[in-house]
């Protein structure tokens, strides 16, 4: 099985920002043989605060991406919060992602699994890896082409995040696709007074013990300037530092 790769800022901040990631996946594509799918969010509707930037919205956001698909040819996924935007989403992307707070919502795993897009279904922070049969089957028995499964770390505690990652090899039982979220792995959520933050230099390390442990998909999200980002800056990876690391894994 080819390895996936995920990748993109973690909000849609501007079209800029979305060319100058995209035009990065397609160099990088070219070079390795990769099929990196670019990734970014149009609404990041479980931000810590509720002045936190949270992207575009759905129509806005939806444009931004299909421009992406037509300039650069990139596949495409997004994350979605509520069950009626799994039709709109499906129209425009190859992937639909279930945010790991809500895996357990059967409404939002029907939805999105009757696009007939691939659904990502992210593991929460309170579930085991074995947990993830129920979403998983919800998903199958609702029709979906193709299932995901991620891990993201679990809370053992205050503004923290541990990986088990015994939890791959546990869901590769279940789907034949596990993908390890590098980047929101290193979070520390609430830890930085209102927001989230995080200790990127552990995403590479947590990327190489996922593929000692199984895992055959990779998300990392990226930014030019990390430090500037307007959502989850302090986990995500340099741009610059990406092709390096899939060159490891490949």
């Given at each position: 099985m080819k390895i996936k790769f995920i990748a993109g800022p973690c909000v849609i901040e501007s079209a800029e920002l979305l060319d100058t990631v995209a035009q990065r996946l397609v160099a990088i594509n070219e070079r390795l043989g990769a099929d990196i799918i670019f990734k970014a969010s149009f609404d990041k509707a479980n931000r810590t605060s509720i002045s936190s930037f949270r992207g575009p919205g759905l129509e806005k956001g939806l444009r931004m991406l299909a421009d992406v698909r037509a300039k650069w040819g990139l596949k495409l996924l997004t994350d979605i919060h509520e069950s009626w935007q799994a039709a709109p989403v499906g129209e425009v992307v190859d992937v639909i992602q279930i945010p790991a707070f809500l895996c357990r919502q059967t409404d939002l795993l029907v939805a999105a699994a009757k696009t007939g897009r691939t659904v990502n279904i992210k593991k929460a922070q309170f579930l085991s890896?074995?947990?993830?049969?129920?979403?998983?089957?919800?998903?199958?028995?609702?029709?979906?082409?193709?299932i995901w499964l991620t891990e993201r770390g679990n809370i053992y505690g205050y503004n923290n995040l541990v990986v088990d990652f015994r939890n791959i090899a546990d869901m590769l039982r279940i789907a034949p696709t596990v993908v390890m979220d590098c980047t929101?792995?290193?979070?520390?959520?609430?830890?930085?007074?209102?927001?989230?933050?995080?200790?990127?230099?552990?995403?590479?390390?947590m990327a190489q013990a996922a593929k000692a442990f199984g895992a055959n998909g990779f998300f990392f999200e990226v930014h030019p300037d990390p430090d500037h980002a307007?959502?989850?800056?302090?986990?995500?990876?340099?741009?610059?530092?990406?092709e390096n690391l899939i060159k490891t894994l490949l």
């Open positions: 890896g074995a947990d993830m049969l129920y979403p998983y089957e919800k998903a199958r028995d609702a029709g979906a082409s193709e929101h792995s290193v979070q520390r959520p609430g830890a930085a007074g209102g927001k989230t933050g995080g200790n990127r230099e552990f995403v590479p390390a307007k959502s989850d800056g302090p986990n995500m990876l340099q741009l610059d530092e990406l």
